[in-house]
């Protein structure tokens, strides 16, 4: 399986280190606004291959996605301070827009997974503009929300 990770950040690292240790991909590509970003962590990821099944790691643009099983979006801007889920869903609807864009002008046969937040929302948005079957595009949270209520209640 070839995915695609857009965001290099911490979450997308995450995802591409749990999937080369799990064994369930032969190639990950590290997409990134900052394309030396993405090469450097790929060239940081595979450090991990000799402790794991071998797996082809890429870091770079767009043009990644050609080939990917599943694609998958981490990236947009942090919640600040002091902002609402509105105010961060503003934000970050317009980059999942575009990056929904550049993905689907390279490959339409892809499966979108997204781990941006407002998550819910947001894999709506990535849905309407993919024009890909509802079955192909879905949406992961984390249990982070329901820790920091359960935390609030205690």
């Not at 979450?11 to 749990?18: D, E, F, K, M, R």
Request: charged share 20%; proline share 3%.
């Amino acid at each position: 399986m070839n995915i695609s990770i857009i965001g290099a950040g911490m979450v997308g690292l995450s995802i591409a280190y749990a999937s080369m240790i799990k064994g369930i991909v032969n190639e990950i590509n590290l997409i990134d606004i900052n394309e030396e970003l993405a090469k450097g962590q790929a060239m940081d990821l595979k450090h991990v291959n000799p402790y794991t099944r071998l797996v082809v790691i890429n870091g770079g643009g767009y043009d990644l996605v050609n080939e990917s099983d599943i694609v998958v979006i981490t990236a947009g801007k942090p919640q600040k301070p002091g902002e609402t889920r509105l105010q961060l869903l503003e934000s970050n609807t317009s980059i999942m827009v575009n990056i929904v864009a550049e993905v689907m002008k390279r490959n339409k046969d892809t499966i979108l997974l997204i781990v941006s937040n407002p998550v819910d929302v947001l894999t709506w948005v990535a849905w309407k503009k993919s024009g890909l079957p509802r079955s192909r595009v879905f949406g992961s949270g984390t249990t982070l929300d329901t820790a920091r209520l359960r935390q609030n209640i205690a």
